[in-house]
């Protein structure tokens, strides 16, 4: 069984930023590429940003290219997701998923096999 655990959601105001981890257990972490979502209230699940298993390759969404940052470090289990210059569209539940499957960064929820709890990101404008 995997599971997934993510911190640092908070609550900022527009243009702060704030680091979200996601720690992993229950499987080799490095057999996984990585993904987080936000959804907010009344929305979908939407991609954010994922990175393949050996970080060698990262995908983001049009909205936060340039903003966020995705990376991971295989030794401590943990993948995150650094939030620049945020805004009030921002604010969501952000969930990380693992993707057991495919070796590169997939941009869709059907493709990620196992997700943890969410934590909140409030941006205040």
């Known amino acids: 069984q995997v599971q997934l655990v993510e911190s640092g959601g908070g609550l900022v105001q527009a243009g702060d930023s704030l680091r979200l981890s996601c720690g992993v257990s229950?499987?080799?972490?490095?057999?996984?590429?990585m993904g987080w979502f936000r959804q907010a209230p009344g929305k979908e699940r939407q991609f954010v940003a994922a990175i393949s298993r050996g970080s060698g390759s990262t995908v983001y969404a049009d909205s936060v290219k340039g903003r966020f940052t995705i990376s991971r470090d295989n030794a401590k289990n943990t993948v995150y997701l650094q939030m620049n210059s945020l805004k009030p569209e921002d604010t969501a539940v952000y969930y990380c998923?693992?993707?057991?499957?495919?070796?590169?960064?997939?941009?869709?929820?059907?493709?990620?096999?196992?997700w943890g709890q969410g934590t909140q990101v409030t941006v205040s404008s």
């Open positions: 229950g499987r080799p972490f490095s057999n996984y590429a």
């Open positions: 998923a693992a993707d057991l499957y495919w070796s590169t960064p997939r941009s869709t929820v059907k493709e990620y096999d196992y």
